[in-house]
């Protein structure tokens, strides 16, 4: 079976699968700001990378070697991460030219991912363990400005990050975690907000369920969940 995924808008389905490829992984998609094309990430040739789709003819294009694809509010740039020198947040053209590195690995296990971009473009939030602890952090899109937005002493395992469409607020996704020996239990998620700035942390969706991939819309927070007895969006 072939991977495959699904695009919906007002016009038009079109439905992502390997041309010539058995890949298994087709995930992420992120829309272009005027929706003619769609950014996803795959390894339908033995290798992550970035594609786009035509939501108009559904014709397929590779961008760049990468996952986790983010499409800046005006169209110009998409974020994604890269393993290029360890794994760090980038910025490329649509066209696949223009590749420059945003965020820098300050050891061999620092992970930078899921980057999302604020509704002005001027800023990029993502997930990253930098600080030996897992966190919610954001750069300017210059690659100035990097700062933690949450507190240190409190390590979680938050994902996620997705800006309001005003700017001024942050939702994510939290695993819910218990220590058990020397680890953690995770079970379940829920959804967590606070001010961009990293202030205000409460819990949004209540315990007991899997809450997550949140997403912020005009119209209100959509995100994954298994309350209702299966997965569905709410």
């Known amino acids: 079976m072939l991977a495959s ?9 079109v439905g992502l699968s390997s041309p010539q490829y058995a890949g298994p992984i087709v995930t992420q998609p992120s829309y272009a700001p005027d929706g003619r094309e769609v950014a996803f990430w795959t390894d339908w040739r033995g290798r992550s990378e970035i594609w786009a789709v035509s939501t108009v003819d559904g014709r ?3 961008i760049v070697d990468g996952i986790e694809p983010a499409w800046s509010p005006n169209g110009s740039w998409i974020a994604i991460v890269s393993s290029r020198g360890g794994n760090n947040i980038w910025l490329v053209r649509p066209d696949g030219s223009g590749l420059a590195q945003l965020t820098q690995s300050t050891t061999s296990l620092t ?4 980057p999302a971009w604020s509704p002005d473009g001027t800023q990029i939030a993502f997930i990253s363990n930098r600080a030996g602890t897992g966190g919610i952090w954001i750069t300017d899109v210059k690659g100035t400005g990097l700062r933690r937005i949450t507190n240190p002493n409190l390590p ?14 942050i939702v994510l996704s939290e695993d819910v975690c218990s220590k058990a020996g020397a680890g953690y239990l995770c079970e379940g998620s829920h959804l967590l907000i606070m001010n961009a700035d990293g202030t205000g942390l409460q819990q ?12 912020w819309g005009p119209r209100g927070i959509l ?12």
Not at 156 to 169: L, M, T
Not at 207 to 212: A, I, P, Q, Y
Request: hydrophobic fraction near 30%; charged fraction near 30%; charge should be neutral.
């Open 5 to 13: 995924a699904i695009v919906l808008d007002a016009s038009m389905r």
């Open 60 to 62: 397929l294009r590779p």
């Open 111 to 114: 992970r930078d991912d899921q």
């Open 156 to 169: 979680r395992s938050w994902s996620r990050p997705r800006f309001s469409p005003d700017g001024r607020q």
């Open 204 to 215: 949004l969706t209540t315990d007991g369920f899997d809450d997550s991939n949140p997403s």
């Open 223 to 234: 995100f994954d969940s298994n309350r209702f007895g299966s997965w569905a969006l709410n």
